[in-house]
């Protein structure tokens, strides 16, 4: 799986910072087994305030504008901050559906993608989010996610 050569970058920074953020979304569906199409990568960023620092940090060295800077280092557990637009966008958040923040970040698996080291969401996590979430593409990918899972299961 290719990352489009903006989302590389970043991921790059934020792993020079030692950032701790687990990759969900669209990406972490294709990591999975169920490639589509995405408008946006979705990074989730553990929530202490070194870390948010950190990753203000990253921010500022990949070009990220002022604004999302300052966005990132204030971010409360419920916000999203948005930076670019489709399909280049990046979605930072400190939670998601279906799953706590502690249970995501302990059960992600490491991986590496493009060549960059990260963490993602765990197969089971995300099909419980994509069933919590419930928009319609969220509960194609559900069904889909579980269809690997089931799978998985079954091989030796």
């Known amino acids: 799986m290719n990352l489009a050569p903006d989302f590389r970058d970043l991921l790059e920074e934020l792993g020079r910072d030692s950032v701790e953020f687990v990759l969900v979304g669209g990406y972490a569906v294709a990591f999975h087994g169920r490639p589509r199409a995405t408008k946006d990568i979705d990074i989730v960023l553990e929530g202490s305030a070194d870390n948010l620092q950190r990753a203000a940090r990253a921010l500022v060295r990949f070009g990220a504008p002022p604004n999302v800077v300052s966005s990132i280092e204030s971010m409360d557990e419920s916000e999203i901050v948005y930076m670019g637009q489709p399909p280049l966008r990046i979605d930072f958040l400190r939670s998601i559906d279906g799953v706590s923040a502690s249970d995501l970040f302990s059960r992600a698996v490491e991986a590496e993608i493009d060549d960059v080291r990260m963490k993602v969401i765990s197969l089971d996590d995300l099909i419980d989010n994509k069933r919590a979430?419930?928009?319609?593409?969220?509960?194609?990918?559900?069904e889909l996610l579980e269809r690997v899972r089931a799978r998985r299961r079954t091989q030796p």
């Open 133 to 142: 979430s419930a928009r319609p593409q969220d509960l194609i990918d559900a």
